[in-house]
């Protein structure tokens, strides 16, 4: 029989109120597993009023007793990481064991980032000498939205929860319905560690129905959403001309640029991982990879060697890549690869599907793929694919490195390998991207701000950002 997903509204799990349910399906098995309700605007006006109950108390608690609940949550969400991490594999085909090591102990490291980060937060005061003194206050907001995607499903919506809720907010999350299954287990988590009912509230179902009815309710005064950037487009269209405040963490084309003065070893597995981890299903993970014409030729036949090593199967072993999260997704890889050959690119390893027996002989299995021979001005290269695919393209100088790293829509994080730490520097105050990291990928502090450029997103997240993006300044002047 298959698992039944509930909304958690009020402090209390159940079922959307139409009663309507979707079917979610293990991506590893290409089969229904479970049900999670089809909310909607109903549901969503029900959250705002649990919210809005519980907002005077939580918004007033003080912040020793909010951090203490939201450690809770860390710790209870820490005791359960085996069967989070299971339940994330399952629901999303990424490897159990990345979910293990990775997605489940950065969601309790999200709660108690913040549930930290506002003990420590002091706020500032301006003295105009003889005449006044001005303190900021920083206030709640009120109640706000969290929408989340599927890619690294408890890892992105705790991301936004976690703040959200150390601020003093009262919180209505949407996690994707790709993926709702820890945000269900949260629930639990949040009821088990004491939450108060109503301060968070869980609403599962469709971007266009629930998604859109918690972008348009007019008593949720701002929107912490990621995704893809058309799905941006349409909710800030939306909420802007409703003053709401808004962050959007979007899409990216991520530049790698490697020079030839690199440690090539360390370059390479680094960027095996930045090519292929999650399935090449990250914002961050590197889609093009510049290398310096000088090594092109190593670097390609190595980097190959390389990515054949890489195993593809069933999420819950030892594997290095599980599932595509959806058919429709393992469709969209298929017609970039047959674009890039349109292109004139070449497949140098990849450039299929992966069939795997037993259990997963149905699962969305696709070969970590490289392509080459394609300009950067190309579709292929242009265009987010957000899977297990990169291209590799030769450059001559640092110049023309930094013009094609910077020639995109996108401007979320670039990659850069070299030696050289006048030019580290120089390459990266060139770039057009939020996070720059130097012989390093995904190397993240939690302080850091957190977010795109261009087409790559609104706003940052991450330590003060966070805390400033979910609270308002109220500047307070007194005369002296
Ligand atoms: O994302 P969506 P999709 C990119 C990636 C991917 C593409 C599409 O290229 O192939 O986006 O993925 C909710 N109002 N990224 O379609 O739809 C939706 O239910 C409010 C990059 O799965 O953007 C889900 O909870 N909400 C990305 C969330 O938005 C709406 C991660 C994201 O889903 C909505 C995921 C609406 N009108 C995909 N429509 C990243 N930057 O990490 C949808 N949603």
């Known amino acids: 029989m298959s698992q039944q997903i509930l909304n958690y509204v009020d402090g209390e799990l159940k079922p959307s109120k139409n009663g309507t349910t979707i079917d979610n399906i293990d991506p590893s098995i290409g089969r229904v597993y479970s049900t999670l309700p089809a909310s909607s605007t109903e549901d969503v006006n029900g959250a705002v009023l649990a919210a809005k109950k519980a907002l005077p108390q939580w918004s007033g608690l003080s912040i020793e007793k909010r951090s203490k609940i939201l450690h809770r949550i860390a710790d209870n969400i820490e005791a359960r990481r085996e069967e989070l991490a299971l339940a994330e594999s399952v629901d999303n085909g990424k490897p159990k064991h990345l ?22 937060n002091s706020t500032d005061a301006n003295v105009m000498e003889g005449q006044a003194v001005n303190y900021t206050r920083r206030k709640s907001i ?7 995607p ?39 988590v949040c009821i088990e560690s004491g939450l108060p009912a109503g301060v968070l509230n869980i609403l599962h179902g469709y971007g266009a129905e629930v998604g859109q009815a918690i972008v348009e309710h007019p008593e ?7 995704g ?31 020079f030839e003065d690199c440690d090539f070893d360390e370059m390479l597995e680094t960027t095996v991982r930045s090519s292929f981890t999650n399935q ?10 510049l290398v310096q014409n000088t090594f092109y ?42 674009l890039a050959k349109e292109e004139g690119g070449t497949v140098l390893t990849g450039g299929r599907e992966v069939r795997i027996s037993g259990r997963c002989a149905e699962g969305y299995f696709y070969a970590p793929t490289v392509i080459a021979g394609l300009g950067n001005g190309c579709r292929f290269n242009q265009e987010e694919i957000f899977g297990p695919i990169v291209s590799i393209i030769p450059f001559k100088s640092e110049d023309e490195a930094i013009n094609m790293a910077n020639d995109t829509t996108y401007g979320l994080s670039a990659t850069i390998w070299t030696s050289d730490v006048k030019r580290a520097h120089n390459v990266a105050h060139r770039l057009e991207a939020g996070v720059i990291w130097i012989n390093c990928w995904l190397l993240r502090d939690l302080r850091t701000p957190f977010g795109g450029m261009k087409a790559s997103g609104v706003g940052r997240e991450g330590g003060d950002e966070a805390l400033r993006f979910f609270t308002e300044a109220q500047n307070v002047c007194i005369k002296l």
Not at 157 to 168: D, M, R, S, V
Not at 220 to 226: E, L, Q
Not at 240 to 251: C, N, R, T, V
């Open 150 to 188: 599927w890619n690294l499903p408890l890892y992105l919506f705790t991301w936004k929860i976690a703040p959200a809720l150390a601020t003093g907010n009262c919180v209505i999350a949407k996690p994707s319905e790709l993926t709702p299954m820890t945000a269900f287990l949260l629930s639990d």
């Open 297 to 338: 030729d190593r670097f390609c036949s190595a980097f190959v060697d390389r990515v054949n090593k890489l195993v593809v199967g069933d999420p819950l072993t030892e594997v290095s890549m599980g599932a595509l999260i959806s058919y429709d997704h393992l469709q969209k890889i298929k017609y970039y690869v047959a």
């Open 220 to 226: 949720i005064k701002a929107i912490s959403f990621t």
């Open 142 to 148: 009120g109640v706000v939205g969290c929408i989340s």
């Open 280 to 289: 090449g299903e990250i914002c961050l993970c590197g889609s093009r990879i």
């Open 99 to 120: 979910a293990n090591q990775i997605d489940i102990p950065r969601a309790a490291a999200n709660f108690r980032f913040f549930a930290s980060a506002i003990v420590g």
């Open 228 to 258: 893809g950037t058309n799905t941006g487009k349409k909710l800030a269209a939306t909420a802007a001309p409703m003053f709401k405040k808004l962050s959007l963490e979007l899409g990216g084309k991520n530049p790698n640029i490697i």
